[in-house]
């Protein structure tokens, strides 16, 4: 059951930018706040960015003031932009229904089917 797919990943230098996408199902984008993770092997996974379904959104100190939230209605979408990148952005990145706390970017506990992730790899 496919609930997310993300895309957008890619290699950069260091100050660089992308942007990723998450295709959401319709049913997890109209009824939970959405969010970005990152994971590097041998890591716990690091809530990044988060959103709830009235576009307000939150963030992990770590990306504050570099990286930006958004969604799409129309496309069932959610965004992360990707600006200042440095080398420890370095990881693989996913979409993930979360609890709706700002200040907190934790997995809903109901949130089962992970997407494939998209990586993105920061060289200085």
């Known amino acids: 059951q496919v609930q997310v797919v993300e895309s957008g990943g890619g290699s950069v230098q260091s100050g660089g930018s992308l942007r990723l996408s998450c295709a959401a199902s319709?049913?997890?984008?109209?009824?939970?706040?959405l969010g970005w993770f990152r994971q590097v092997p041998g890591q716990e996974r690091e809530g990044v960015a988060a959103?709830?379904?009235?576009?307000?959104?939150w963030y992990a100190d770590s990306v504050k003031g570099r990286f930006t939230i958004s969604q799409d209605n129309a496309k069932n979408t959610v965004y992360l932009q990707m600006n200042s990148l440095k080398p420890e952005d370095t990881a693989m990145y996913y979409c993930?229904?979360?609890?709706?706390?700002?200040?907190?970017?934790?997995?809903?506990?109901?949130?089962?089917?992970w997407g494939q992730g998209t990586q993105v790899t920061v060289s200085s």
């Open positions: 959103i709830d379904t009235y576009g307000s959104p």
């Open positions: 319709k049913y997890l984008y109209m009824h939970y706040c």
């Open positions: 993930a229904a979360v609890v709706c706390r700002p200040g907190n970017i934790r997995v809903a506990p109901d949130f089962g089917y």
